[in-house]
């Protein structure tokens, strides 16, 4: 054998030793990301489920706090509080009535609320969960939607709880349907394997607790705190309505405020939320000053597990009790005030001024309750300039 032939021999031998050492450490390489690709993703897993706990804790928490949760902060005084009180409006009269509609789970309904701004959609859904009345639930939730064009991932956002966009609706609704979170479910035992393990569960549901406070929180959660009273409350007999369920209590409320935005999203999150909300025995009331999309939302579930507010349309025979047909285009009506009620409105600013409240809201004149009680202001003004 030649020199030649030699060299190339030993060439050949130490490519082929160069090409089996870059493949083995190629397949090590592939090994070695692939088990650091399943532990990130297994470890991601494992914060995401803990993140949806501590969301699901909180939220039950805040559904038993009575909590509005808004995307920024805001004081709760509105047009319907003119003088302290709040006077009885169509509005709250019709959402009280529909409230015993639903006698426990599988009876829940969806209610859309279709009104303009300033007739008292939002006092009337903070009333709903925080008046004196006997339909006032021991849990419930005001979310307001302004500008979430998809609000399960919009609302997760707002939680800090990405984990939780998938399962939204079920995990609000279990909230609200849900045990008492200060209940202690843990199996007593004098057994030092049972003491154990209520020291275990002790020392998670605290980890849970204080997790909850970075991990996911409720954003700009207000819990209740003040009893709301209705001026007159003794001429009103849908304020000692009574609840028809099974265990004689108040069924859960969710309201969803300024719900205005008609995207692909939010039509799929209510599909999701009309059969969660049903199940769960819910009431659910959307309010929402867009009347295409309040009729659009009403055909998402064809009219029975989703229908318009009873006097919230002028649709002949449509009373709430039963389906709202789904060939019927719905007539949304503005929900106007009477005369008597915007004057009942006024009454207490008028009589501290010495006005006549008949001389601010004229007979047969049709004005928001806004415009009712600029209109006082004004006139008392106009006296102290004469």
């Excluded at 090590?28 to 804790?57: H, I, K, M, P, Y």
């Excluded at 303009?116 to 979310?143: C, E, M, V, W, Y």
């Amino acid at each position: 054998m030649t020199e030649n032939a030699k060299s190339n021999n030993g060439n050949g031998g130490a490519g082929s030793l160069q090409k089996a050492v870059t493949e083995a450490t190629d397949i090590l390489l592939d090994s070695v990301s692939s088990l650091a690709n399943s532990a990130l993703e297994e470890g991601q897993n494992r914060v995401n489920d803990f993140s949806l706990t501590v969301c699901e804790e909180n939220l039950k928490k805040m559904a038993m706090q009575q909590s509005i949760v808004t995307a920024y902060k805001a004081q709760f005084e509105g047009i319907n509080s003119f003088g302290g009180k709040v006077v009885m409006s169509p509005m709250i009269d019709a959402m009280l009535r529909v409230c015993p509609l639903t006698v426990g789970a599988g009876f829940g309904c969806t209610w859309v609320v279709c009104a303009p701004t300033d007739q008292g959609k939002t006092l009337a859904a903070q009333f709903l969960i925080h008046g004196n009345h006997s339909l006032r639930p021991k849990r419930s939730l005001k979310i307001d939607a302004t500008n979430m064009v998809n609000f399960a991932k919009d609302f997760a956002a707002c939680l800090n709880c990405s984990a939780a966009e998938d399962c939204m609706s079920q995990t609000i609704c279990l909230a609200l349907a849900g045990a008492d979170t200060d209940t202690d479910t843990t199996p007593k035992s004098d057994t030092a394997e049972g003491k154990m393990v209520q020291a275990a569960a002790r020392v998670t549901a605290r980890a849970t607790d204080l997790a909850g406070k970075y991990v996911c929180n409720g954003g700009n959660a207000i819990a209740f705190s003040t009893l709301i009273e209705m001026r007159d409350a003794a001429k009103h007999k849908t304020l000692t309505l009574k609840p028809v369920r099974k265990d004689g209590e108040p069924s859960p409320i969710l309201i969803i405020d300024e719900f205005y935005c008609k995207t692909e999203e939010n039509k799929s999150f209510m599909r999701t939320l009309i059969r969660d909300a049903n199940a769960a025995g819910v009431v659910v009331f959307l309010m929402t000053k867009d009347e295409d999309w309040a009729s659009q939302m009403i055909r998402l579930s064809g009219g029975t597990k989703c229908k318009p507010l009873p006097t919230n349309v002028d649709n002949q025979g449509y009373s709430g009790a039963k389906r709202f047909s789904e060939t019927e285009e719905a007539k949304w009506n503005k929900m106007f005030w009477s005369v008597g009620q915007l004057r009942d409105l006024i009454r207490p600013f008028c009589e501290e001024h010495n006005l006549d409240p008949d001389e601010v809201v004229h007979d047969n004149e049709q004005v928001t309750p806004g415009e009712a009680a600029k209109a006082a202001v004004e006139l008392q003004v106009n006296q102290q300039l004469m």
